[in-house]
T-cell receptor, first 112, second 114 residues
Framework: GEDVEQSLFLSVREGDSSVINCTYT??????LYWYKQEPGAGLQLLTY?????DMKQDQRLTVLLNKKDKHLSLRIADTQTGDSAIYFC????????????FGKGTKLSVKP | EAGVAQSPRYKIIEKRQSVAFWCNPI?????LYWYQQILGQGPKLLIQ????????DSQLPKDRFSAERLKGVDSTLKIQPAKLEDSAVYLC????????????FGEGSRLTVL
């Protein structure tokens, strides 16, 4: 069945770059997403990428998509302590009207 | 713009009791979702509404869970009777454009079943 895999933890120092990786299974996924969840809060959409794109950049965020390997990554440049949160990768499964399948989330810890 | 509102934020019940959660989506958002997030996992879709119609409820345990969105705005999710494994955060989300998948989430309702 459909599945989204992520590493569970990532620890970086403030000012470094963070790279969070994700693999997905549905080759027909039209959109892929990164959501951020801070403690006690709901998920917040960070960015998304359409499947016909390889890269998308938005300020400190860079998303890379490798459709051949079904691999998605999120790079956060100049990581700040405020970036500490759980980051969820999600794919739209089952075509343009399908549902979002979320990974288990990567907990990013930023040390001063 | 007001966000997605959910209540209650926290609920503790004993197994076999019932519980109801309420969600008020962002004004004008036709699509509403209920997700279950078990500790340490990503959200899992329970049910999706488009206005007051159900689009997908394939993962809703219908023997104990029910949801409605009678007037196409607010929604209620009910669990009866609750089991220990229902302990989770229940997230409501809404979207204006279901195709792009930009969901706006509420803060969630944390359920503990003892």
């Amino acid at each position: 069945g459909e599945d989204v895999e992520q590493s569970l933890f990532l620890s970086v120092r403030e000012g470094d770059s963070s790279v969070i990786n994700c693999t997905y299974t549905d080759s027909s996924s039209t959109y892929l997403y990164w959501y951020k969840q801070e403690p006690g809060a709901g998920l917040q959409l960070l960015t998304y990428i359409f499947s016909n794109m390889d890269m998308k950049q938005d300020q400190r965020l860079t998303v890379l998509l490798n459709k051949k390997d079904k691999h998605l990554s999120l790079r956060i440049a100049d990581t700040q302590t405020g970036d500490s949160a759980i980051y969820f990768c999600a794919e739209r499964y089952g075509g343009s009207q399908g549902n979002l399948i979320f990974g288990k989330g990567t907990k990013l810890s930023v040390k001063p | 713009e007001a966000g997605v509102a959910q209540s209650p934020r926290y609920k503790i019940i004993e197994k076999r009791q019932s519980v109801a959660f309420w969600c008020n989506p962002i004004s004008g958002h036709a699509t509403l979702y209920w997700y279950q997030q078990i500790l340490g996992q990503g959200p899992k879709l329970l049910i999706q509404f488009q206005n007051n119609g159900v689009v997908d409820d394939s993962q809703l345990p219908k023997d104990r869970f029910s949801a409605e969105r009678l007037k196409g705005v607010d929604s209620t999710l009910k669990i009866q009777p609750a089991k220990l494994e229902d302990s989770a955060v229940y997230l409501c989300a809404s979207s204006l454009d279901a195709q792009t998948g930009e969901l706006f989430f509420g803060e969630g309702s944390r359920l503990t079943v003892l």
